[in-house]
């Protein structure tokens, strides 16, 4: 049975820092990329980043670029994101994904595996 389940999140001030984390369990996800949405309260869930199976390839949302950064430790079967910088508009319980192909996308329809998410909220 796959199982997806985040980590990290939290309460932090505007400005602030925070590393979320994706353990996968249930089988081997290195040959698939992987990525993080989020959804924030009133809206539709958003694409965040997305990494490669080998993770040099990233991908990220012009909302984020330059704050955030997606890695991940395939012997750790884990994934990770890591937020600087945050601001109030952040705010979102945020989900991790495996994607059905090695390569990265933007689009959810892409990835068959979901956690279960882990809010975070950025006060100002």
């Known amino acids: 049975q796959v199982q997806l389940v985040e980590s990290g999140g939290g309460l932090v001030q505007d400005g602030g820092s925070l590393r979320l984390s994706c353990a996968a369990s249930g089988r081997s996800f290195s040959s698939y990329g992987m990525g993080w949405f989020r959804r924030a309260p009133g809206k539709d869930r958003e694409w965040v980043a997305s990494i490669s199976w080998g993770g040099g390839m990233q991908d990220y949302a012009d909302s984020v670029k330059g704050r955030f950064f997606i890695s991940r430790d395939n012997a750790k079967n884990t994934l990770y994101l890591q937020m600087n910088s945050l601001k109030p508009e952040d705010t979102a319980v945020y989900y991790c994904?495996?994607?059905?192909?090695?390569?990265?996308?933007?689009?959810?329809?892409?990835?068959?595996?979901w956690g279960q998410g882990t809010r975070v909220t950025v006060s100002s």
């Open positions: 994904a495996i994607g059905r192909e090695a390569r990265i996308s933007r689009t959810d329809a892409e990835y068959n595996y």
